[in-house]
């Protein structure tokens, strides 16, 4: 069977990163669009050499034509991080609509199978726990989250309408918390916050109380919950992926500070607005069509990104950025034969 031409929309950033790689090793020939306003161009560097990889740099809420043909197209492209969403909210906002507006079209030109990536976010702060997909959401539509919560609900209106409309092959997944190697260390999201602020011997900043619940799902886990999807006929969206464990905030800043061996502090800021308290996702309908399970225990894969987050952290400091060593090298002080917390 010939491999599928895939195109990866959003292929510089921490997740198309990392689905480029998993597609080549894989023998697909791999076309990455990226407008570098929050991917890395080192994301994509380490695969300019190969012979089935091709880059273009686009701004996908721009209308544009891709030399094909394609048989997968996935649209990874948005800004993730609150920190980066929030820069610029219009701009995310038109990313997500006219962004997808476009990736369908495409889709449809090519006849290629499309996976619209999602997100927990739009659930909101939610009052049911664990969210199933039948879960409608408890989102604030003019809040500051907004830009990313209902540019990505506006998304999934649109695509489910190009299925009714024009007959696309529509995946459409909610993508939870995920971590793992190639997060940005200044994205603001919670793992790579807490890695970097440990590995520079900061106080970790947990918003709240540290009692609000996150589900961490490693990268590579869901990476293969896309290939899966893209690969079954049956079922088209929306799908939860994500790990189905929870935490609490307080216990991953805990997990943190225990495998870099740092002494870091804890201290407490205020809660900032609309961030949800609990957010775990209902899986079994992933685990039912797909058998989707996560595999990779949370302190693995932390161990995992911790390394990859202090050789960067390395390389910054060798090119005059200032960053302070925990004392021990990461993981000194951690026990190896502990489970996930």
Not at 13 to 34: I, K, N, P, Y
Not at 140 to 169: F, P, Q, T
Not at 309 to 318: C, D
Request: charged letters at 20%.
């Amino acid at each position: 069977m010939t491999p599928p031409r895939a195109l990866v929309l959003g292929g510089a950033g921490f997740l198309g990163s990392h689905l480029c790689e998993r597609l080549l090793e894989q023998g697909c020939l791999v076309t990455a669009v990226d407008d570098f306003s929050t991917g890395s161009r080192a994301n994509v560097a380490r695969f300019r050499s190969a012979p089935r990889f091709r880059f273009e740099r686009r701004d996908v809420s721009v209308p544009f034509q891709l030399k094909g043909p394609f048989d997968w197209i996935f649209n990874l492209a948005s800004p993730a991080s609150p920190v980066h969403y929030q820069a610029d909210p219009v701009r995310t906002t038109l990313t997500n609509v006219l962004g997808t507006l476009h990736a369908l079209r495409l889709a449809v030109k090519h006849q290629a199978r499309i996976l619209q990536a999602s997100t927990s976010e739009v659930y909101g702060d939610p009052e049911v726990h664990p969210q199933p997909e039948c879960y409608w959401g408890n989102v604030n539509s003019i809040g500051l989250r907004s830009c990313y919560d209902e540019g990505k609900r506006c998304a999934e209106s649109l695509a489910m309408d190009y299925v009714r409309v024009h007959g696309a092959d529509l995946r459409l997944v909610r993508i939870f918390n995920t971590y793992g190697p190639r997060m940005a260390i200044d994205d603001g999201r919670v793992v790579s916050n807490f890695i970097v602020q440990a590995l520079r011997g900061e106080d970790l900043t947990v918003y709240g109380d540290g009692s609000q619940t996150r589900s961490f799902c490693y990268v590579d886990d869901l990476i293969e919950g896309f290939l899966l999807f893209m690969r079954q006929n049956s079922e088209i969206g929306p799908l939860n992926l994500g790990n189905p464990s929870d935490f609490t905030v307080l216990e991953l800043a805990q997990t943190v500070i225990a495998l870099t061996g740092s002494k870091s502090r804890i201290i407490h800021q205020p809660l900032p607005a609309d961030d949800p308290k609990l957010r775990r996702p209902d899986i079994s309908k992933a685990q039912a069509s797909l058998g989707f399970a996560p595999k990779v225990e949370l302190r693995e894969g932390l161990r995992r990104t911790i390394e990859a987050l202090g050789t960067t952290l390395a390389r910054k400091n060798e090119s005059g950025v200032h960053v302070v060593a925990s004392g021990e090298p990461p993981l000194a002080r951690a026990s190896s034969g502990r489970r996930s917390s």
